[in-house]
């Protein structure tokens, strides 16, 4: 069930009333029978795979405890067992393809077995989740969930099962387990988010995916044109993933849990390692604590090493994204910008001092806008999946160009630009506000005054503005 | 919290007054406090009231009294910003009637006048000028021109006005040129209009009415409708103070702020249904034929002189400019069809292989008005054609929120706007003589499949649309189109159909279209139709009917004479 669907118009209200209505006691398993009727009407084979995943690792989390000393082998079983499901339904197409065209290239004939599998739903998400659990029983930093129940629900949680926030077993578990509570503020929040979410979804995403779908399309759009169609489906793709997260916080908070925050403004990022602070953040800092630090992190001492382990991170964070080439390219391009950053943070702190005040802010408008473009770059590369178009499309130049396409391209981009104003809008003035007084969450100083006015604009928006071909959530494919 | 401010509208966090929210955050402070609050409450009350009331004062007590029916016609008013002779502007009566011409001096012009309206119903007004043009009913814009047209244009809109006085404001903007303007009305069918004129005008005795207009504007009957907002601010602002903390104050407010999208835009609803009307002119006139057809037909047939031609014979065509099959099935069955009436036959104009197409220009937002007009309510059978296969649950609701919020029938208009909005920048700089219709043109061409310009896996499913327009299958097609149900009903009710096949304009060479595939569809109609008792003539390579007889595209020059031909080609048809 998609969440722009009419569907899940239905089944969110219906879901909220019940479980309100129920006891305690009753709320977790009408919440997992409710997500995994939420999966299961994308299709019932994935209810059996997630049961599985949950399984195996429910298992090894508490053999860790039975069984201490065998706990590492418990450990290994669960990654084993998520990884190579993962592996299979996810990568094994690819490493197939390429094992072939490998020996082909090498003179030596070979064919392989086609695999049609279908991909899961939300696989790499929830896998995640449960390793980051496993892991964390056998780290000791989290006590094993000894309800099932319990844990079948954090696994499969509905509104965060297809596409993130990747939850920690220390953040979403305790709420699983304690008795929910849900206050106006919460309700007026989770109601906001919601119609945010929407809003960006059919509105901001759906209109600038049109944009660039079109661009895409076209066997030779010029420099400009094509840059047009980047910058759209770079806003197609912010606002897609974070109405989606929006959507998931806001049914959460009607549910009475809250979820994690998965973006901050990421184009107001002032640098490839703030841009990574800020978007997707709860797989940043999965791979952060679960590959980034364990292969030492920055802590050791060989600036080799440390490079490496950047690399190496990101380059898995690229393949997490998709069984292509593609995605790998742009992981290793994000892993490089970084690196580029420390490299040149270093070199110029000494002149970063000598910086007059005055300043600062035209540097911190060029450092975001920089860091917007080089962004802009990566997105080509998750973008275009045929690795021979991607050079081509890199190799165009602006004289290549005709001053018909280039028209086009204005037109294209401000179009995007029109409607991508909310966000940069809604950046702008959250910035102001902290600047102002400090962070502070999300809308919680909204005046109740605006609130009804914030929903009725937006769902004015969305009745009015919203795209007239709808698309899926990107996200959905990973 | 302080003590000096306990109704304060916060529901969390008491301790962060806004004082850390600058200027901005004055204004809402305002709202925060109920000693200062209910003066807002009161002013929204105030205007809501104001909104409401003043518009129809203003009207029936204060202007209309005034109306001087000795002049019939405009009050006009002329501005000329750089006039050589340093005239900014004057006022003049202008008889109702006749065109007004815009001298090229003259930048813009604003006219009004009094309509005393016979009969209670709906009205088609027509704005015809050649650059920016508005008209509007009682405050209310009912018809906009926009200026992205090269010549002069139409424009059609539809008011439902009751029985009495009404006032109508014209406005008009020159862009280029001489320009003009001319509004006329039309009771349906939609055929024999004529330019508002007669002895119902007047104009106002007050002048301008500028002033009295602007006051009705803003109160509510146009632009914005401003009671929609006071409604608004009255009721957001009073159920925050007074529910204050209670869990459901949220979940209130906002219903209650979603109230004004019920009703914004009021213009934009369903058109109203001109069936009723249709039937009794119909009946009154008792014609010995009925022509159905869009601007093909209207381009051929004088239906008077065919009257005459015919030794007193009456002709009625009903003309649905834009329509294919799917309008001229709608208008045969909720026009015609219910008439207590029992014509000598019935003529269909069509071209090409429309029959087979259904769904072919339902979605022009201009057809879709048609459709609403002649409709009552939407048709069983024209919606499973149409949407039969499409329409998913998503849509169904889509409806029924659309039905709830007329504000999301504006989602064409606005996207329009954004999308205008967009080209200003682009075009900065530009030398051609329409450069924002130039520009939009270039996208459109750069992003068509006929350009072959996509990547070959991209829009199969256009492609494939598009090579369905290109069918000729008559026989796999025809049981999925309107065909069968019209001459099912034909057939019901006793009425000889007769479908003409109108002839395409010739190319340079003289050559007729007329491909292979369409003969065999063609041969397979006329079957079909000879099958269930009705007739095809078709016009097809008629030597009378060369390029010289054509106009614009395939619209004839000379309806008297091609109406003569007709009756010399059909005569036999016509007895």
């Known amino acids: 069930m998609s969440f722009n669907s009419i569907h899940f118009l239905i089944f969110l209200p219906i879901v909220v009333l019940v479980y309100w209505i129920l006891p305690r006691r009753g709320q977790n398993i009408f919440l997992l029978l409710a997500s995994y009727y939420f999966l299961c009407a994308i299709h019932p084979w994935f209810g059996i ?6 399984t195996v690792n429910y298992c090894c989390s508490l053999g860790m405890i039975h069984r201490p000393g065998i706990k590492k082998i418990f450990l290994i079983s669960a990654l084993v067992f998520s990884l190579g499901e993962l592996a299979y339904f996810k990568y094994a197409s690819f490493f197939l393809d390429n094992v072939a065209a490998l020996l082909s290239a090498a003179g030596v004939p070979f064919s392989l077995p086609v695999l049609a599998v279908m991909l899961p739903v939300g696989i790499s998400f929830y896998t995640f989740q449960a390793i980051a659990y496993t892991i964390d029983v056998y780290r000791g930093e989290t006590k094993p969930c000894a309800n099932l129940i319990d844990f079948a629900l954090f696994i499969s949680f509905f509104p965060q099962l297809v596409a993130g926030p990747i939850e920690r077993s220390g953040h979403l578990m305790p709420q699983i387990r304690r008795r929910r509570q849900v206050s106006p503020e919460m309700i007026q929040q989770g109601l906001l988010l919601l119609f945010w979410g929407f809003f960006k979804k059919l509105v901001i995403a759906d209109n600038t995916g049109l944009i660039a779908f079109k661009v895409f399309s076209l066997t030779d759009p010029g420099f400009y044109l094509l840059w047009s169609g980047v910058f759209a489906f770079g806003i197609q793709i912010l606002a897609d993933f974070w109405s ?6 806001g049914s959460a908070l009607l549910l009475g849990f809250k979820l994690s925050r998965n973006f901050d403004h990421p184009y107001f990022a002032r640098s490839p390692a703030d841009f990574w602070r800020r978007w997707h953040m709860t797989l940043s800092y999965w791979l952060r604590d679960y590959v980034y630090i364990p292969l030492g992190g920055s802590r050791v001492q060989s600036s080799f090493r440390r490079g490496a382990n950047i690399m190496i991170t990101f380059l898995l964070s690229g393949f997490w994204h ?3 080439w593609n995605f790998i390219l742009w992981g290793g391009y994000h892993g490089i910008l970084v690196l580029l950053d420390r490299v040149l943070r270093n070199l110029l702190a000494p002149v970063r001092k000598l910086l007059p005040r005055q300043l600062h802010f035209p540097v911190l408008a060029i450092k975001i806008l920089l860091t917007f473009a080089l962004v802009n770059i990566g997105w080509l590369m998750f973008r275009v999946t045929d690795i021979q178009t991607l050079f081509q499309y890199l190799q165009l130049t602006p004289w290549s160009s005709t001053l018909r396409d280039n028209r086009i391209a204005g037109y294209l981009f401000c179009l995007t630009l029109l409607y991508a104003l909310p966000i940069f809008l809604h950046g702008l003035l959250y910035f102001w506000d902290i600047h102002r007084r400090g962070r502070q969450e999300e809308y919680a100083d909204i005046l109740l005054l605006l609130r009804p006015i914030l929903a009725a604009v937006l769902l004015i928006g969305i009745l009015t503005l919203r795209s007239p071909e709808p698309s899926t959530f990107i996200y959905f494919q990973f | ?26 204004f809402f402070t305002l709202f925060s406090r109920w000693k200062t609050g209910k003066w807002f409450l009161l002013s929204a009350i105030l205007m809501l009231l104001f909104c409401l009331f003043a518009p129809d004062i203003i009207l029936h007590r204060i202007v209309s009294p005034r109306a001087d029916f000795s002049r019939n016609g405009w009050w006009m008013l002329f501005y000329a910003p750089s006039h050589p002779v340093g005239v900014e502007s004057y006022e003049v009566f202008l008889p109702a009637g006749e065109i007004v011409a815009l001298n090229p001096d003259f930048k813009q012009a604003r006219g009004y006048l009094f309509w005393d309206v016979p009969v209670t119903g709906p009205y088609c007004f027509k704005l015809e000028t050649d650059d920016y043009g508005t008209l509007s009913v009682d405050g209310k814009i009912i018809a906009t021109m926009t200026p992205d047209h090269p010549g002069k244009q139409r424009i059609d809109a539809w008011a439902h006005l009751t029985k009495g006085l009404h006032l109508f404001q014209i406005r008009m903007r020159k862009e280029t040129g001489g320009g003009g303007f001319s509004v006329g009305f039309m009771t349906p069918p939609m055929m024999n209009s004529r330019i508002l004129a007669g002895d119902d005008t007047a104009v106002p005795a007050l002048g301008s009415l500028d002033f009295w207009w602007w006051v009705m504007a803003v109160a509510g009957y146009g632009l914005i409708p401003a009671w929609v907002f006071a409604s608004f601010c009255t009721l957001s602002l009073a159920l925050p103070l007074s529910l204050q903390n209670h869990p459901v104050s949220v979940p209130a407010a906002i219903a209650v702020a979603l109230v004004p999208a019920l009703f914004i835009p009021v213009t934009v609803q369903r058109e109203p249904y001109i069936g009723t009307m249709v039937q009794q002119k119909l009946e009154a006139e008792k014609p010995d034929f009925v022509f159905i057809g869009n601007s093909m037909l209207w381009s051929r047939i004088d239906d008077d002189y065919l009257g005459q031609l015919l030794g007193g014979k009456k002709v009625h065509s009903i003309v649905n400019f834009g329509g294919l099959s799917a309008v001229h099935y709608l208008a045969f069955k909720y026009l015609l069809y219910p008439a207590d009436i029992h014509p000598k036959r019935v003529f269909i104009f069509f071209r090409g292989n429309q029959f087979i197409l259904p769904r072919a220009r339902t979605d022009d937002p201009f057809v879709e008005k048609i459709i609403q007009r002649l409709t009552p309510a939407p048709d069983p059978l024209f919606e499973q054609v149409v949407h039969g296969d499409s329409r998913s649950m998503t849509d169904v609701v889509y409806d029924r929120l659309l039905a709830l919020f007329p504000v999301a029938a504006a989602q064409a208009q606005i996207r329009k706007k954004i999308h205008y909005l967009a ?18 043109a270039r996208v459109n061409k750069r992003f068509s499949f006929a350009e072959s310009s996509f990547r070959s896996e991209i ?13 000729y299958d008559f026989y796999g097609r025809v049981e999925t189109s309107f065909l069968p149900n019209m001459l099912e009903l034909a057939q019901k009710k006793h009425l000889p159909l007769a479908f003409i096949r109108v002839q395409e304009r010739p190319t340079k060479n003289g050559a007729v279209p007329d491909p292979a595939e369409l003969k065999k569809y063609m041969q397979d109609l006329r079957a079909y139709l000879e099958e269930h008792g009705a007739t095809l ?19 004839i020059k000379d309806q008297k004479k091609y109406t003569e031909l007709f009756v010399r080609r059909v005569g036999d048809l016509l007895q």
């Open chain 1, 49 to 54: 795979l997630i049961a599985l995943v949950t």
């Open chain 2, 537 to 555: 003539y078709d016009f097809t390579g008629d030597p009378e009917l060369p390029l010289s007889a054509y106009h614009d595209g395939d619209h």
């Open chain 1, 322 to 324: 998709g069984a292509s």
């Open chain 1, 244 to 249: 989606y997260t929006d959507i998931a916080r």
């Open chain 2, 423 to 440: 080209l200003i920048p682009a075009i900065f700089g530009s030398t051609d003589d329409n450069p924002k219709k130039n520009l939009l």
């Open chain 2, 1 to 26: 919290m302080s003590q000096s401010c306990p109704r304060k509208l916060f529901l969390s966090n008491p301790e962060t007054k806004p004082k850390y929210m600058g200027k901005i955050s004055l």
């Open chain 2, 459 to 471: 829009g199969t499913e256009s492609r494939r649309q598009e090579a369905d327009e290109n069918s």
